[in-house]
């Protein structure tokens, strides 16, 4: 479930043609900006679109790179270097809910998701 506040979603609904599952995600990077109040999560999709561009090579997963802003609260408990995390996100009246469940263990609150980054890559390691 993904919240109706997207900035930047013209791509990835093109591409995908709805807001992919984000299930199985594997989490690369997580960047706190306290002055800026934002959280930029990285992560790996094994859900590939149904129509990807054209200067996508050969790839098997999608790099997604999404920025939640302005921050209104954030817990992270847990964060594995390795494993699968589940990401959920939903609008709750002028938040929008934050939830990852998994390697990473994350809840927060923000006004709105901001998509920063779609590539396709060809990646090894897990499957």
């Not at 479930?1 to 591409?15: C, D, H, K, Q, Y």
């Not at 960047?31 to 800026?36: P, R, T, V």
């Not at 709750?92 to 990852?100: A, C, D, T």
Request: glycine share 8%; with cysteine.
């Amino acid at each position: 479930m993904w919240p109706a506040r997207v900035e930047n979603s013209t791509f990835l609904l093109g591409i995908y043609g709805h807001y992919p599952n984000l299930d199985n995600i594997e989490v690369t990077a997580i960047h706190i900006d306290a002055g800026a109040r934002t959280l930029t999560l990285s992560f790996l999709s094994r859900n590939l679109p149904y129509k990807p561009p054209s200067n996508w090579e050969e790839f098997n997963k999608v790099l997604f790179q999404l920025q939640f802003f302005p921050i209104e609260s954030i817990d992270l408990s847990r964060f594995d270097y390795l494993g699968f995390s589940t990401l959920r996100m939903w609008d709750l009246g002028s938040f929008i809910n934050v939830e990852s469940k998994g390697a990473m263990d994350l809840c927060l609150q923000c006004v709105f998701v901001r998509i920063n980054k779609l590539v396709g890559l060809l990646a090894g390691g897990s499957n």
